[in-house]
């Protein structure tokens, strides 16, 4: 639905590229965000502070060092998705996003508007060594359909 209650007849797309992979995300009806990582990507502990709240910073202490760096990467895909759903993207500070395991469990006031309504987040399915997160901006039932395809 449109602001004014009549069909809304976009297509909301999101797209992200890692390693050898593309993911695409389409909706008829609801924002979405992806986002694709290689699993050998790292991300060091020096960019906790700018990616994790406080939170989520003593939530991956916890963790055996052996699984910090995956939970890190997980994170981090499911930030950037959420963020790219709302359209603001890395505008806004990826700290101020709070995730406890994959739900949103805080936002800053300026992503109110976009994910007040609510929002589900899917880990989709490690193709190829790349974790890939969803974001869906809805709290409505939404069903998914993965289809894995390398690029040429």
Known sequence: MDEGGGSDSRIHLSASHGGEWVAVAASSSVDVGIDIEPCSRTLSEETDSLVLSASEQEELARLPAESRGTARLT????????????????????????????????????????????????????????LTALAVLTASHVDITVHPTMMA
Do not use: C, I, M, N
């Open 75 to 130: 994170t981090w895909v499911r930030k950037e998705a959420v963020l790219k759903a709302t359209g603001l993207g890395l505008g806004v500070e990826p700290a101020l996003l709070v995730f406890s395991g994959d739900r949103v469990v805080g936002y800053p006031d300026r992503l109110a508007p976009h994910l007040g309504g609510g929002v589900q987040v899917f880990d989709t399915p490690v193709v190829g060594g790349h």
